[in-house]
């Protein structure tokens, strides 16, 4: 877990990104979002996945790849932000 936190402190991204991400966490639900987004629900394997995915994307968002999907990549920022605090909760 101590891995994550470190990963998830290293992210510098656009401050418009993450406002827009942390703006729709209010919005989050985690039985209707995550699902769509990776295929293991445990909050660890989530993070994993959902932390190899938004790298891709920011790697395609640098790269001006036209294939890049803004919409996608803040559904990955907000459902990773919220699985990581789900984390920091569990005992």
Do not use: K, N
Not at 22 to 47: I, T
Request: net charge positive.
């Amino acid at each position: 877990m101590t891995e994550i936190r470190s990963l998830l402190a290293e992210i510098r991204r656009p401050r418009l990104l993450m406002r827009a991400a942390r703006l729709g966490l209010s919005d989050y639900r985690r039985e209707r979002d995550l699902r769509r987004l990776v295929e293991d629900q445990r909050p660890e394997r989530a993070v994993t996945a959902l932390l190899q995915e938004e790298r891709r994307l920011e790697a395609q968002r640098t790269s001006g790849d036209t294939t890049y999907s803004v919409t996608h990549h803040v559904e990955v920022l907000i459902a990773l932000i919220a699985e990581a605090r789900l984390i920091q909760c569990l005992p």
